[in-house]
């Protein structure tokens, strides 16, 4: 990541989801893999979402004005949406009817989400950035996410100071939870990888 622009960052964030949701489409029939390809990507979007709300937005409001405010506004309506959604794949059994319709609804709103960011938002909030502003940045949205939590959290508040706040409370409970999660294994991951090298 080092010296990537923060439009890198996030477009690396986004195909990632994107290759999660394929592995996850992939493992079809098999429920142990489906759960482990699901809570990855969960894992995922969870931290990338509040990534975003705590540094990308505020840099938006900051440097666009009042377009900036209304972009970053929508923005979190949206990750809301996303957010509600994936708190009820929670409640749903890998490998049933309801959990696929709930995935591809997500993954459905998810890419025109992922797509204005990339075409309308970041290329608005680079030039204001600047180079380095825009790798500082980057290097910042990827700290964060080291930090927050990887589970989602509707009712929490979407805006710092007080998202920061909730976030690192947070944060500890769901890395616990994940400690008893089923993630995608070392294997799996390096079949995946593999398979997007070709």
Same mark, same amino acid.
């Given at each position: =990541?080092?010296?990537?622009?923060?439009?890198?960052?996030? $477009?690396?964030?986004?195909?990632? =989801?994107?290759?999660?949701?394929?592995?996850?489409? $992939?493992?079809?029939?098999?429920?142990?893999?489906?759960? !482990?390809?699901? !809570?990855?990507?969960?894992?995922? *979007?969870?931290?990338?979402? *509040?990534?975003?709300?705590?540094? *990308?937005? &505020?840099?938006?409001?900051?440097?666009?004005? @009042?377009?900036?405010?209304?972009? @970053?506004?929508?923005?979190?309506?949206?990750?809301?949406? %996303?957010?509600?959604?994936?708190?009820?794949?929670?409640?749903?059994?890998?490998?049933?009817?309801?959990?696929?319709?709930? =995935?591809?609804?997500?993954?459905?709103?998810? !890419?025109?989400?992922?797509?204005?960011?990339?075409?309308?938002?970041?290329? =608005?909030?680079? &030039? #204001?950035?600047?180079?380095?502003?825009? $790798?500082? #940045? #980057? @290097?910042? /949205?990827? !700290?964060?996410?080291?930090?927050?939590?990887?589970?989602?959290?509707?009712? #929490? &508040?979407?805006? &710092?100071? /007080?998202?920061?706040?909730?976030?690192?409370? @947070?944060?500890? %409970?769901?890395?616990?939870?994940?400690?008893?999660?089923?993630?995608?294994?070392?294997?799996?991951?390096?079949?995946?990888?593999?398979?997007?090298?070709?």
């Amino acid at each position: =990541m080092a010296g990537k622009t923060l439009t890198a960052a996030i $477009k690396d964030d986004h195909q990632e =989801m994107y290759d999660y949701y394929d592995a996850y489409k $992939k493992a079809s029939g098999d429920t142990d893999a489906h759960e !482990r390809w699901a !809570r990855q990507l969960t894992w995922e *979007v969870a931290r990338h979402a *509040v990534g975003e709300e705590i540094v *990308v937005y &505020p840099l938006m409001e900051k440097h666009l004005g @009042a377009k900036g405010i209304e972009l @970053a506004d929508h923005d979190r309506a949206e990750h809301q949406r %996303v957010k509600e959604d994936l708190y009820h794949l929670e409640s749903l059994t890998a490998g049933t009817e309801d959990y696929d319709k709930t =995935m591809k609804k997500i993954m459905e709103h998810l !890419r025109p989400h992922n797509d204005d960011e990339e075409q309308t938002d970041l290329p =608005m909030l680079e &030039p #204001a950035l600047g180079e380095e502003g825009s $790798k500082a #940045a #980057a @290097a910042e /949205f990827k !700290r964060t996410k080291k930090f927050v939590p990887t589970r989602t959290h509707p009712s #929490a &508040p979407n805006k &710092p100071p /007080f998202e920061t706040f909730a976030a690192f409370l @947070a944060a500890p %409970v769901d890395k616990l939870k994940d400690e008893f999660a089923k993630f995608p294994t070392d294997e799996m991951k390096e079949e995946l990888k593999e398979e997007l090298q070709h």
